[in-house]
């Protein structure tokens, strides 16, 4: 099973977008689903529903710490190349959907209950996360590759 397939299947049994793109990479970096469902766990539907970045983001932003922080150099420098992926990250996100925030890319402020209940009742996260999930992955490909 690749990643895209692994993220898509932790989507589908109810985990939130970080927690399914940071899960599906986390065995390879020496964390385990368990802990990174975990740690990955306030950072969905826009970092708890509270209008900030959407989850898939979030997510590919912890697996790029994991696989681009690296111990063999200064601290400075390992912060350097995890932020310069990041900003390539964003930079390709941004360009395929306009948007990092949950709300621009839901169209649904998940901090106002009446819209977040719209959006669940619409079935909204079913109809566009899969496709934020996939970007992710893919951006993720070709950073880490």
Do not use: W
């Not at 969905?44 to 509270?50: S, V």
């Not at 912890?62 to 922080?69: N, Q, R, T, Y």
């Not at 400075?76 to 964003?90: L, N, Q, R």
């Not at 390709?92 to 621009?104: K, L, P, V």
Request: proline share 2%.
């Amino acid at each position: 099973m690749n990643f895209a397939e692994n993220a898509s299947r932790f989507f589908n049994r109810g985990y939130s977008c970080s927690q399914s793109v940071l899960s599906a990479y986390a065995p390879g970096y020496g964390l385990d689903e368990r802990s990174a469902f975990k740690l990955a766990s306030a950072f969905g539907g826009g970092m708890a529903h509270l209008d900030g970045a959407c989850g898939a983001v979030t997510g590919a932003l912890m697996v790029i710490g994991l696989a681009k922080f690296r111990d063999d150099i200064t601290v400075s420098a390992a912060k350097h190349e995890v932020y310069t992926a990041t900003e390539d990250f964003v930079e390709e996100f941004r360009r395929r959907n306009g948007h990092i925030n949950c709300t621009q890319l839901l169209g649904y402020n998940l901090s106002k209950p009446e819209e977040l209940k719209q959006a669940a009742d619409e079935r909204i996260f079913n109809e566009v996360c899969p496709q934020y999930l996939q970007d992710a992955v893919d951006i993720l490909k070709k950073l880490l590759s």
